[in-house]
């Protein structure tokens, strides 16, 4: 087993080096991976391959598989990532605010990096240089711990990206990976609270539910997705039909894909034959409620389980409901605060679907596949944040840090 200690002790180190970083050497940093991911392209994609070659033979699905790939579109994709991250304002040492006491104290609140951020995740390299790279720009140390479904492809971008930090001067440590990916090894890592400052699980239910159970680091919970579209009794039908075949179909396998459709009972006999065909022509397997059923021939019937599960794959679960109120209810109560759409033109519809719905991301006339840091203007993400604190939504720069208080004085006693 790793020492996975003296791994924690060398980016507690590191962070503190990081925390002092001005931007302009902090993008210099990035600007070296930039460097090495082109330079190590053929030694990345050639690692992927194995992965995907044991993919295969464990029987991943197309989807997982999808997530899974590197190519050098996708490497590209991820270089131009890094790009823009430079490009985007550094918050270390924004101050938030300066007031003037009473007593002449100037006290204030200013940005600083969290410190050092353990990331486990799963069978998603690109978001090992995702993470890497916003971890750097905001003055954090990072650990990460991929799945054994990526081992390979994640090694290689890692001995990359610190190849990078030992050009560009920084310790070589403010990244570094654990390789053992038994669950031995992340149980210890979870435990490291003396020096990890917060964990954040990006994968299945499995591994963030073990996050929250065993973690004694404080955990942020990111990226389960049992998403909904609820098609309204005012929706336009053609639109519907576009937004939901975008977000089931555009990318199953990620966390932002719809897994359930709601229509309510005013438009389902006309919108669930429509809707059921273009889905299976599609390739998606359709389940459904007892009037789907009965609307839609020969499809499979949905069970309670069903309304839970987050599929990451050609499935979609399908329910008629009789109003807006009982479309609220259900994903309130199946969703996972993740991101939710309505498609209608009714305004207090919107309205209503707005500011009842819980989630990190709540839609009007779109395709919840939006839910992302690229597309938010965030630049790369670390991960969608599900619960309320200490961030929600996509994770960019800003929500990797945290906030002291500052205060200035000439001599004031109490």
Request: net charge negative; glycine share 8%.
């Amino acid at each position: 087993m790793e020492d996975i200690i003296k791994k924690a002790i060398l980016a507690k180190k590191a962070g503190i080096v990081l925390s002092r970083l001005d931007t302009v050497q902090k993008n210099k940093c990035l600007s070296h991976m930039i460097d090495a991911l082109i330079e190590d392209t053929e030694y990345i994609l050639n690692e992927n391959q194995k992965d995907m070659a044991a993919g295969k033979l464990k029987g991943m699905s197309e989807a997982l598989l999808d997530r899974l790939l590197l190519n050098k579109k996708r490497l590209e994709g991820i270089i131009e990532g890094l790009k823009q991250l430079i490009a985007l304002k550094d918050p270390v040492g924004e101050v938030l605010y300066m007031n003037k006491m009473p007593n002449g104290l100037l006290i204030g609140q200013t940005r600083v990096p969290l410190g050092v951020i353990g990331i486990i995740y799963e069978a998603r390299p690109n978001v090992t240089v995702d993470a890497a790279s916003l971890c750097i720009k905001s003055g954090n140390a990072v650990i990460l711990r991929g799945g054994s479904e990526a081992v390979n492809s994640n090694i290689a971008l890692v001995k990359s990206l610190r190849k990078a930090l030992v050009s560009a001067g920084l310790p070589e440590d403010s990244i570094s990976i654990i390789e053992d990916t038994s669950r031995e090894t992340a149980a210890r890592f979870m435990k490291l609270n003396e020096y990890i400052d917060v964990l954040i699980p990006r994968g299945g239910a499995g591994l963030i539910k073990s996050a929250i159970e065993n973690s004694t680091i404080p955990v942020i919970q990111t990226g389960i997705g049992n998403c909904h579209v609820y098609v309204d009794s005012y929706g336009d039908l053609n639109m519907a039909e576009r937004i939901i075949l975008n977000a089931k179909i555009s990318r199953p396998g990620v966390c932002n894909a719809e897994e359930k459709l709601l229509v309510h009972k005013d438009v389902a006999d006309e919108f669930i034959p429509r809707i059921v065909k273009s889905l299976t022509e599609s390739g998606v397997e359709v389940r459904g409620c007892e009037t789907t059923l009965k609307l839609s021939g020969d499809i499979k019937p949905a069970e309670d389980i069903d309304w839970y599960t987050e599929y990451l794959d050609y499935i979609i679960a399908v329910k008629v409901v009789d109003s807006i109120d009982e479309a609220i209810e259900h994903i309130n109560k199946y969703g996972t605060k993740h991101s939710e759409a309505i498609v209608t033109d009714n305004y207090s519809n919107s309205r209503k679907f707005m500011a009842e719905v819980d989630a990190a991301a709540v839609y009007i006339n779109a395709s919840t596949r939006f839910t992302d840091g690229n597309e938010f203007g965030l630049g790369a993400e670390i991960g969608i944040s599900t619960q309320k604190l200490h961030a929600r939504g996509p994770m960019g720069l800003k929500e990797l840090t945290s906030t002291k208080y500052i205060i200035y004085g000439d001599g004031q006693i109490r």
